[in-house]
């Protein structure tokens, strides 16, 4: 049978409806989990430092194909430890420029995979925060220095910025303690309004995030709706289940013979908006009929 190897950065718990989707992908070419393939899983739950020695640990157990998941940084590691073994990503970051695959069309190498819109979308959330507080005079936004998209990130809200006549505060964390410090520091620097960075960091720590937001009355958006499922005012973010039923559909297609260099980088184009109205009442902020109506999902 068959062995998979799954390498991601974060933790099972908040990936179920990724997983379930990956799971699908994988099934509709034909392999089933315990049946005809089996799935290694190495989760880092949001310690990057781990990430070379998990991809080491997969390779090491000589899987047919390494899914590193979960961001650049778990690509790299990916890449770091093998040159033969198939990989398969997801990349907030642009592959090319990340040096993950040569091309779109044509990877090369030993590695395909799927580019998420996580750092493009930075400009839109802020656009969505002003809407719902318009006359916010500092929008903080909290990065994680050590992500892979950190620079990218803070480089397009500061151009989203300077177009909106928004004035931006950059916090960093990069551990709970440092989460801690940055939302302690949120009234002294007078930041009305938070976006959250794409990171999945952040999205292990969310309980701890949310709760912090919810202690500030910050309005905040948030990149994935496990947040907003988690009581965050709102999430904007790439469909992961997208993104990782492609992952699993590709994973199948190698297992029976195709090369990842032959296999196209795919772009996610399926955003998803979740609003929690209850979340709001709480901040007491008024939603506009207009965008709810643009929300996939309103959680009441």
Not at 276 to 291: D, E, F, Q, Y
């Amino acid at each position: 049978m068959p062995v998979l190897g799954f390498l991601h950065s974060g933790s099972p718990g908040e990936w179920k409806r990724a997983l379930t989707a990956f799971r699908r992908g994988l099934e509709e070419t034909g392999f089933v989990e315990g049946g005809n393939v089996a799935i290694e899983f190495r989760w880092a739950e949001g310690s990057y430092d781990q990430l070379p020695r998990l991809a080491a640990d997969l390779v090491q157990r000589r899987v047919a194909v390494l899914v590193a998941t979960g961001g650049t940084m778990t690509a790299r590691a990916a890449k770091t430890a093998t040159v033969t073994i198939p990989i398969l990503f997801t990349s907030g970051g642009d592959p090319v420029s990340e040096g993950l695959v040569a091309n779109f069309s044509r990877p090369g190498g030993n590695a395909t995979g799927v580019y998420l819109l996580t750092s493009t979308l930075v400009a839109k959330r802020l656009e969505i925060l002003r809407e719902v507080v318009p006359n916010v005079s500092v929008v903080g936004m909290l990065l994680n220095p050590n992500a892979a998209t950190a620079q990218l990130q803070f480089g397009e809200v500061k151009k989203a910025a300077r177009t909106l006549d928004q004035q931006i505060q950059i916090l960093h964390a990069s551990s709970e303690g440092e989460i801690e410090a940055a939302f302690a520091a949120i009234v002294p620097k007078q930041i009305g309004a938070l976006i959250i960075g794409a990171d999945p960091f952040f999205v292990v720590c969310r309980e701890q995030v949310v709760a912090l937001a919810a202690r500030q009355r910050i309005p905040a958006i948030y990149e994935w709706r496990e947040f907003a499922e988690a009581g965050g005012l709102m999430s904007y973010g790439s469909d992961r289940s997208e993104a990782y039923h492609q992952i699993g559909n590709y994973a199948g297609r190698i297992l029976k013979g195709e090369k990842p260099a032959d296999l196209p980088v795919v772009q996610a184009t399926k955003v998803e908006f979740v609003l929690n109205l209850k979340t709001a009442r709480s901040l007491g902020l008024t939603i506009s009929l207009p965008l709810l109506g643009r929300a996939d999902e309103v959680i009441e």
